[in-house]
């Protein structure tokens, strides 16, 4: 079973738009991950945000987590068509350094 | 990129022939983990090892055996392959502080076909 859900599956957006991508998990956390897949690649790292933390920032990516709620969105602003891939969520199974991963939001940019 | 490779790329086998698909890193990280993925059902872990010849089950293991002799390899083998094995396979590693906080660096993924 999944510990992420990612909301919405799909998102189609125009370049230039914000992109919004949410994540829903069900048990506590000290930390959720985001990650991007670009189509036939592997996964990347994008941020890492802690349970003490709200909201953080790279670049043209903000990330929040409200742990009351047990959720998580990623915000990737002005968007680009270089971002157009699949965006997960990964939250620390039980044990050890396992991550469990979302089934993904797939975000298409069109130039 | 991190130094992780796979091989092979690409396979296509049949129904029950034994395959190996091989992770190798350069990085000398401790955990290893192996990852399949399918649509609808995202990444799936299958076998994971903490250090050489300790490894440990995942979520969906049933069919797949795993070994590491050293440190830099690991290796997946479908003793019998099925087509529902059909997927794409992922190996990760991720660093040596055993935090929950580690990153996982993904190798390029096998597309295995079982006909």
């Known amino acids: 079973s999944q510990q992420g859900e990612e909301d919405p599956q799909a998102l189609s957006i125009q370049e230039g738009e914000n992109a919004t991508m949410n994540c829903s998990y069900k048990?506590?956390?000290?930390?959720l991950q985001w990650y991007r897949q670009n189509s036939g690649r592997g996964l990347v790292h994008l941020i890492l945000?802690?349970?003490?933390?709200r909201e953080k920032h790279s670049g043209r990516l903000r990330v929040t987590l409200d742990t009351s709620k047990k959720s998580s969105s990623l915000l990737i602003t002005a968007s680009r068509a270089a971002d157009t891939a699949s965006y997960f969520c990964a939250t620390p199974h039980n044990a050890g350094n396992m991550l469990t991963f979302g089934g993904g939001t797939r975000l298409m940019v069109k130039p | 990129d991190a130094g992780i490779t796979q091989s092979p790329r690409h396979k296509v086998t049949e129904t029950g022939t034994p395959v190996t698909l091989r992770c190798h890193q350069t990085e000398n990280h401790r955990y290893m983990y192996w990852y399949r993925q399918d649509p609808g059902h995202g990444l799936r872990l299958i076998h994971y090892s903490y250090g050489v010849k300790d490894t440990d089950k995942g979520e969906v293991s049933d069919g797949y055996s795993v070994s590491r002799s050293k440190t830099e390899d690991f290796l997946l083998t479908l003793e019998s392959a099925t087509s529902s094995q059909t997927s794409v396979y992922f190996c990760?590693?991720?660093?040596?502080?055993?935090?929950?906080?580690?990153?996982?660096?993904f190798g390029p993924g096998t597309r295995l076909t079982v006909l």
């Open positions: 048990t506590s956390i000290n930390n």
């Open positions: 945000i802690r349970s003490n933390e």
């Open positions: 990760a590693i991720s660093g040596n502080r055993g935090a929950q906080t580690d990153t996982q660096y």
